[in-house]
Structure formats: structure tokens, C-alpha cells
């Protein structure tokens, strides 16, 4: 029985049969299924006056229409292809890696021997960003083109943004209004481009009249070179204070990436039952990378305790000893303008209790 008939049961006075069967009853059940999706329908819409309730193309909806704020599309990763052989690379030949990943020429290239052509995956997002060696293989074979492989890892593939960073990115707006190029208005610049993850602002950083915008990208990682420079050319292109991009005239804005901080990590780790350690080392890797992207740009220090309590975390682990963080077992100072991230790790294996 559903809560909405046994609510207008228990008001029905006792004098009617409410008994199953007896028109009090089944008059009463037929009523009580569409008011039953009434209050459905009045509960999900109740639900949508909060936008942190919205998801997909409703937060969308919600947050253009109130602000302007458009979430940032994917963008493909890129790179260069090392190509050996005699021949022509048409714009748009397709190359691809063995998971089946593909890549298109950017450029018509001639190769003589051996040469270089620019190439964009054909799927915008991480999947992209491939390690050196990855593209090697030409689903269509072209004619007199031996071997391709990218000796330099291909990046700058992002996914498009999620639902809680443009939320979170909307709340910002809304906490911290931009205004006629204030700090607020660089930050927001800045996170308006797909792939920054959190943004640092240094007013008169470089002298008077100029802003310095430090970045990270969406894993916490300081950002490449490809990622400041598509921030540098929508914010000010070339730092030349012309205008040109959301910054004013005569505001000069210089963008870098974080300074990495590299921890080195070396610890011992007994397993549980059946846990593979190639499995486990992988799970401790990244339960320590997720706290150290929790942190970047909001937390002055690396925690040593979290480090450990984040590994006793990690699938596979029973406990862990004798960890240390770049050689010590302190917490690691992390500066204005830099960042953690992840280096070696180091994991001698115990036998479980």
C-alpha cells in the first residue's frame, strides 16, 4: 500500500468499509495513482529551483540563462608524427594507435626519406593524450609511406567540463563578481578556457600595469605549454596589452604554469590476500595523486599524515610502514606559484597478516 492511499484511508472516516474490494477502497486506490505522479512531478520540479540539483543540459539551461557562463567544450589532443618513407601526407590521412585511437594530418606534407606531420585526434578529450610510440599504425596505407610513430607524447585532449566545475565556476562568478578587469575577472578568463583547473592571480607581478595569471590544469598538474598559451591568447595574446583579448587596453597579462614540486615517495606495503602488486602499486599511485589534486592551489603544505592515511586507503593494501616523503617523514611546503605532483614511488612488498 503506498503511503498517498494510506494517508486518505486513515481520513476516511470508520464508518466506510475501507476494506480492499469495497468501492471506499478501490475508489480511493484509483485516485491515489496520478496524485502519486503529481507529487512526483511537483517534487523533481521543487528540485529544480536549486541548480546544484541540475545536471547535463538543464544546469546548462539554468546557468547561461542567468549568467552567460557557456560550459567548456573537449578539445582534441595534438602532436607531431615522425613519418619515414617517399611520398605525400594529405590533410586529413588518418593515423592511429593500437587501442584504435585516431589522429588526422593537420597539413598537406611532402616526405622525402623521412619527415614530420602535425596530427589532431579525431575524438576531442583525454582519451587523446597518448604516450610517445603510440601512433603507429595507418588504417588506410598510403603510398610510399614506410612507418609512423610520435617519439613525443601527444596532449592538450580534454574532456569538456563537468557538471560540478561549471557549477562551481557559476557559484565563483556569482561569490566573486568580475568586474571592469579586477582579480575576480582574470580568474574567470582563465577558467572560461577548457583544461585549467585552478588559477592563481599576482597583481603588478611584472610592474605596474600588469597581472600575472598562474595556472594548473583540470588533474591538478601545472599546465603545458599548449594550455598557457590558449590562456595567454584569450586573456592578452603575446602579453602585449593591446586589447586583443578579455583583458583591457593597456593591462598587461603574463600567464605560466605552475612550478612543479616533485615528491618522491618510498614506503613498505603489506597486501591483503590475492591483491597483485602491480595492481596495488598502481591504487597507491593514485589515491596519492587525488589527494595531491584535492590540495593544489588551496593548501600551502603537502601532508605527510594524508599521504599515509590515503595510502592505508588504496585497494589492495593491508598497512603501510616506513614511508617516506622526498626523504623525510614531514609535511612538504608547497609555495605560491607551485604545485605538487606525483614523481617516483618507491614500494618494497611485506607478506599480509
Request: charged share 20%; net charge negative.
Amino acid at each position: 500500500m503506498s503511503e498517498t492511499l494510506e494517508t486518505m484511508l486513515e481520513a476516511m472516516p470508520d464508518s466506510y468499509q475501507k476494506t480492499v474490494g469495497f468501492p471506499t477502497y478501490d475508489l480511493l486506490a484509483a485516485a491515489a495513482i496520478p496524485m502519486e505522479e503529481l507529487e512526483a512531478q511537483l517534487q523533481e520540479t521543487a528540485a529544480k529551483l536549486d541548480p546544484a540539483n541540475l545536471t547535463g543540459e538543464d544546469l546548462e539551461r539554468y546557468v547561461k540563462s542567468r549568467s552567460g557562463l557557456v560550459r567548456n567544450p573537449p578539445t582534441c589532443a595534438s602532436g607531431i608524427l615522425q613519418v619515414t618513407g617517399n611520398g605525400t601526407i594529405n590533410e586529413g590521412d588518418l593515423f592511429e594507435s593500437a587501442g584504435g585511437i585516431q589522429f588526422a594530418a593537420t597539413a598537406t606534407v611532402d616526405i622525402t626519406g623521412s619527415g614530420e606531420v602535425a596530427i589532431r585526434c579525431t575524438t576531442p578529450g583525454a582519451a587523446g593524450n597518448l604516450p610517445a610510440g603510440s601512433v603507429t599504425m595507418m588504417p588506410v596505407q598510403i603510398a610510399g609511406i614506410v612507418s609512423v610513430s610520435n617519439s613525443d607524447a601527444l596532449t592538450g585532449g580534454y574532456d569538456a567540463e563537468t557538471d560540478e566545475a561549471y557549477y562551481e565556476r557559476y557559484i565563483l562568478r556569482l561569490q566573486t563578481p568580475p568586474t571592469s578587469g579586477n582579480q575576480y575577472h582574470y580568474r574567470l578568463w582563465a577558467l572560461e578556457v577548457t583544461g585549467v583547473g585552478g588559477v592563481q592571480i599576482y597583481p603588478l607581478g611584472h610592474g605596474d600595469n600588469t597581472v600575472d595569471v598562474v595556472l594548473i590544469d583540470v588533474d591538478g598538474h601545472p599546465a603545458d605549454g599548449e594550455l598557457v598559451e590558449r590562456v595567454q591568447t584569450h586573456i592578452d595574446p603575446g602579453s602585449k596589452g593591446l586589447g586583443e583579448g578579455e583583458a583591457p587596453i593597456g593591462a598587461y597579462c603574463y600567464v605560466s604554469g605552475a612550478e612543479a614540486v616533485e615528491l618522491t615517495l618510498s614506503m613498505t606495503v603489506q597486501t591483503l590476500p590475492d591483491a597483485e602488486q602491480e595492481a596495488v602499486t598502481a591504487a597507491v599511485k593514485a589515491v596519492v595523486a587525488d589527494y595531491l589534486k584535492s590540495i593544489a592551489f588551496t593548501q600551502n603544505y603537502v601532508s605527510y599524515a594524508r599521504i599515509n592515511a590515503a595510502i592505508l586507503e588504496a585497494d589492495g593494501v593491508q598497512d603501510v610502514s616506513g614511508l617516506t616523503v622526498n626523504g623525510a617523514t614531514a609535511n612538504v611546503a608547497i609555495r605560491e606559484r607551485q604545485a605538487a605532483v606525483l614523481g617516483e614511488v618507491s614500494i618494497r612488498y611485506g607478506a599480509g597478516a
